[in-house]
């Protein structure tokens, strides 16, 4: 079993960074493919960033201003949240699955586990 819990999130100015952390416990960490999603309110659940051994990518809406990241000694993955926007405002939730090609990170469906959420408000 893998249990997750995210931290980090908070109340930052547009512009600013926020660095969110995802701590696993369970089964191989180093094998898992993990990804972070977001949901803001009225809005559908949003891919926002995912990495696994074949490589990683991130969703349009953040690419180029947020960077995945793992550290398997701390069996931990991070989200690197700079240059942000109010529109970044959400709720974000780590995610974990046992396997995923490249197409598949921004699937739903490719994980089996997920943590409560944190929330991040930029403010303008």
């Known amino acids: 079993q893998v249990q997750l819990v995210e931290s980090g999130g908070g109340l930052v100015q547009a512009g600013g960074s926020l660095r969110l952390s995802c701590a696993a416990s369970?089964?191989?960490?180093?094998?898992?493919?993990m990804g972070w999603f977001r949901q803001a309110p009225g809005k559908e659940r949003e891919f926002v960033a995912g990495?696994?051994?074949?490589?990683?990518r991130t969703g349009d809406s953040v690419k180029g201003r947020f960077t995945i990241s793992r550290d398997n000694a701390k069996n931990t993955v991070y989200l690197q949240m700079n240059n942000l926007k109010s529109e970044d405002t959400a709720v974000y939730y780590c995610?974990?699955?046992?396997?995923?090609?490249?197409?598949?990170?921004?699937?739903?469906?490719?994980?089996?586990?997920w943590g409560q959420g944190t929330q991040v408000t930029v403010s303008s």
């Open positions: 995610a974990a699955g046992y396997y995923s090609g490249y197409d598949g990170l921004k699937e739903p469906s490719t994980y089996n586990y």
């Open positions: 369970g089964r191989t960490f180093s094998r898992d493919t």
């Open positions: 990495i696994a051994w074949s490589g990683g």
